[in-house]
């Protein structure tokens, strides 16, 4: 069936190209005037679609859940995560709550805007919410700071701090258990940074609590959802700016260390498509410079390699054409059909271009060589195309919509490949001067393949028993072949997305995603929450009994005493006037005198540094002058108190707690957890990190127990996962039967299919068990190398058996014609078109990179090294 295949393909062939070579002028010109076309009709019709959810299948159980849940609560698709960190809890607190006004008000960019542990309701009632336990040690910590704090209310000046000291440094004597250390220790750093002139904000909350702050203390969250526009490339480019320059505003002199980082799904996807287009510029050039110089060795032809970079960009016109056409849109994944274009197309461009150099140095002219290189490599590209369609087409019926595009896309761009290498190449060919003859290759490519044309020959024995050995131990380690589930390990860790999350991650050790479950009636959510209590991977649940919490007479009861203990006038505006700076440098001296008169100060590590700074500040001021030193007691006044009058508010607000039930809640924060129609949310978080796939599949699947509701992140990264796994698995299945058939069809035995399918096979095991050993894991973005590796391992193949059946000149083998060079230098500028995406801090887009330089290059050693030493051993039998 080949050889009839051989022979109607010719006869249209040689029609075909002698109508090309007859008329290349009209034929480019065709060619330009289509390419006009083709590009004004892509530039008005082709969109990208940015949004991640489309890439999956919408008919999976999993993602027809989330569908029902963004149908019951449609305010939390899209959302992002703002996070205001400062220095001290007070400033992230402060800018958290102007930052969440300013987004209420922009209505045209923002809705539903709130924070979660702020708002007018949660503030008036926060000490409803601590455990009893520790309600009463803050009573305790009150009772014992609040004839201070009341002193310094009074007088909020550096007088009336050093006031409030000299006050517990007189009480150490009549208090044994009495404990300023704490308290001076904070305040000497503030000593000692005004000092040395650097900024420094005192924390009255880390005072009154008489503990440090925790990173997430100060860490603020405003959650809103953004008015995204997906048909820009980058949607979420207008609210992003917005935000951040709410931020900068924040931020000031940056004294205060506020700063503002936004992260969520559209956050992410927004810094990793730039992180995507800005790393791939340098990447880009770097990579062009390699090809050029690759196909200038390998053809020895300045002519050559711009014919072949036209027909190269002038396929990928016209792929894009039809990718227009069909759907209308490019996903995050279609959009790769340009990497597995340039990797396949150039390679039928190549293989034509050798063919042609070949015939010219046995002494034929232009068109006839130009006739014998469509005629003699023509079928074997022709079944390349049919193959390696058919490996792509097989991707089309699949779950993961993303490759199933990708795949119509491609498949269809390989016959366009064809249909440019035979007609706009020889055209163009046709039209230039004929290259300057040599050896194809040129000397640095013939030293270079010299010693692989005899190596599996002279030791074809050899090479076949470690191949066999290889093959073997690369079978046992495949089952421990990975797929990393977590999508944030791919991307650029130096975006301001992944270093919130994980920032957030290393402060909490654990993962900021969550399982959402949705419950009919308030019964159901009781008893759910009750069940995943109980779970070990759940760390805690939310849900709308969290607002409504226990125990409250009691807390009630507490509360008053704390009110009491307090007393009005803590609260009531400073009524001392503000003192003079001799005012201020002689309280300075009293507080020393106090301290040098009282034991007990002096048996104080952090008083006796109290001592010693103040000695220091006050000869800094007596030296500076009243205008210079009244400036330097008002930054250290501000350095000391900034954070008070913040710290005094939320404690009096919060000292309006009363006794309410869920009927008091707020109608935005009952929405958040109950919908319009019934519904309860109940938000689960994972005890583990579950960027760990073992401990995603135990939260996931735990949770499951409870209810098969559950969705949103870690159900969704796990099922898509799993969808992506599928697609592939099924997808490259039916790839290698169907190829294998047509090519039983067409070679009508068995022996020349499986010699075909050899590269792929045995290098796609080595590339297998290759991931395992360089701990290179697959993923949701190098995976969509494995068509490429498909396309090429079965095109080699193609080529190599289509020479096979060719007789090759006396004393030479299969490794010394133009198809072993073709495969050689088609390898090497894949290697170089897209090895130097691995250099990209994008980790998905590097890890594809590595894989496709992995790949290839053990599909080239399996195509010019194992496979002839099989292929001899068959031709010696």
Not at 630 to 647: G, H, K, M, Q
Not at 773 to 786: E, T, V, W
Request: net charge negative.
């Amino acid at each position: 069936m080949f050889k009839k295949l051989e022979k109607n393909l010719g006869r249209f062939l040689e029609m075909w190209i002698g109508l090309v070579l007859r008329k290349p002028g009209w034929v480019l010109a065709l060619a330009v005037l289509l390419c006009g076309f083709t590009y004004h009709y892509t530039a008005n019709n082709l969109r990208i679609n940015t949004n991640t959810d489309d890439m999956i299948s919408p008919d999976l159980p999993f993602r027809k859940t989330y569908a029902h849940y963004q149908k019951v609560f449609p305010q939390y698709p899209d959302g992002l995560a703002i996070a205001v960190e400062a220095d001290k809890p007070e400033f992230a607190q402060e800018g958290a709550r102007i930052l969440a006004e300013r987004l209420k008000e922009d209505k045209a960019n923002f809705k539903n805007t709130y924070e979660p542990r702020g708002g007018k309701f949660l503030e008036e009632h926060g000490l409803m919410f601590p455990s009893l336990e520790k309600l009463e040690d803050l009573t305790d910590s009150l009772a014992k700071a609040q004839p201070l704090l009341v002193s310094l209310n009074k007088d909020q000046s550096l007088r009336g701090l050093l006031g409030m000291l000299e006050v517990g440094v007189e009480q150490l004597e009549e208090d044994d258990e009495l404990n300023l250390d704490p308290v001076f220790e904070k305040i000497n750093l503030a000593f000692r940074a005004n000092i040395e002139g650097r900024p420094f904000y005192l924390s009255w909350q880390e005072v009154m609590g008489n503990k440090d702050s925790s990173a997430e203390d100060r860490r603020r969250l405003v959650l809103t959802q953004p008015i995204l526009d997906y048909s820009k490339m980058l949607p979420a480019t207008k609210v992003l700016d917005k935000i951040h320059a709410i931020g900068e505003e924040l931020a000031g002199d940056g004294s205060k260390g506020i700063r503002v980082r936004v992260t969520g799904g559209s956050a992410l996807a927004h810094d990793e498509l730039k992180s995507l287009i800005s790393g791939s510029t340098a990447a880009g050039v770097a990579s062009l410079v390699l090809v050029i110089l690759t196909l200038f060795i390998g053809l020895r032809s300045i002519s050559l390699v711009g014919a072949t970079f036209v027909i190269l960009l002038m396929g990928i016109l016209f792929t894009s054409g039809f990718a227009a056409l069909s759907i209308g849109y490019l996903n995050l994944i279609s959009i790769a059909f340009a990497i597995l274009y340039i990797g396949l197309g150039v390679d039928y461009a190549i293989h034509i271009c050798l063919r042609y150099l070949a015939f010219l140095n046995q002494g034929k002219s232009k068109t006839d060589a130009l006739r014998e290189s469509a005629l003699d490599i023509g079928p074997s590209i022709f079944l390349c195309t049919l193959s390696t369609a058919i490996g792509f087409f097989a991707f089309v019926p699949t779950d993961y919509a993303g490759v199933s595009e990708l795949g119509l896309i491609s498949g269809t761009g390989m016959f366009i490949s064809l249909g440019v290498s035979l007609t706009v190449l020889p055209a163009i060919l046709q039209l230039l001067p004929i290259p300057a003859a040599g050896r194809p290759g040129g000397m640095f490519a013939g030293k270079l393949l010299e010693p692989l044309k005899t190596l599996p020959f002279h030791y074809g024995r050899s090479i076949r028993v470690i191949s066999i050995l290889f093959l073997a131990g690369a079978v046992l380690v495949l089952p421990r072949v990975v797929f990393e589930y977590d999508p944030l390990r791919l991307r650029d860790p130096s975006a301001e997305s992944i270093a919130l999350v994980e920032d957030m991650i290393s402060t909490s050790g654990k993962h900021p995603s969550t399982i959402i479950l949705l419950a009919p009636d308030d019964g159901t959510t009781r008893q759910y929450e009750e069940q995943l209590d109980e779970l070990g991977t759940v760390d805690k649940v939310v849900s709308i009994h969290t607002f409504v919490p226990e125990e409250q007479e009691e807390k009630a009861y507490m509360i008053e005493d704390i009110d009491l203990i307090l007393g009005p006038d803590l609260f009531t505006s400073p009524k001392e006037t503000r003192p003079t700076f001799e005012e201020q440098k002689s309280k300075i001296r009293s507080f020393l005198a106090t301290m040098e008169e009282n034991p007990e100060a002096s048996r104080s590590y952090q008083l006796s540094q109290t001592g010693i700074l103040l000695k220091q500040l006050l000869a800094l001021l007596e030296n500076e002058g009243a205008i210079d030193g009244a400036d330097r007691v008002l930054n250290l006044e501000n350095s000391l108190l900034a954070t008070l009058p913040i710290s005094l508010n939320t404690l009096q607000k919060s000292l309006s707690s009363a006794p309410f039930e869920r009927a008091d809640l707020p109608e935005d924060l009952l929405r958040r957890w109950v919908s319009e129609d019934g519904n309860y949310r109940i938000q689960v978080f994972p005890e583990e990190n579950i960027s760990d796939n073992g401990a995603l599949k135990r939260f996931v699947g735990e949770v499951r127990t409870v209810s098969d509701s559950a969705t949103a992140g870690p159900v969704f990264i796990l099922e898509a996962g799993t969808a992506i796994i599928s697609s592939f698995k099924q997808a490259f299945i039916s790839a290698v039967i169907l190829v294998s058939i047509l090519l039983i069809l067409v070679f009508r035995n068995i022996r020349y299919p499986l010699f075909v399918m050899f590269p792929l096979l045995v290098a796609g095991t080595f590339t297998g068990a290759a991931t395992v050993l360089l701990d290179l894991p697959f993923n949701f973005a190098n995976i969509i190398a494995l068509p490429l590796l498909l396309g090429l391992g079965v095109d080699n193949g193609v080529h190599m058996v289509h020479r096979l059946r060719k007789p090759v000149p006396e004393g030479e083998s299969l490794l010394h014609t133009s198809t072993a060079r073709g495969i050689f230098f088609s390898a090497l500028t894949t290697i170089f078109s897209f090895g130097t995406l691995g250099f990209l801090s994008h980790r998905g887009t590097a890890s594809m990179g590595q894989l496709l330089t992995l790949g290839v290059s053990l599909t080239l050693l399996t195509t010019l090294i194992v496979l002839p030493a099989f292929l001899n051993l068959l031709k010696r039998k």
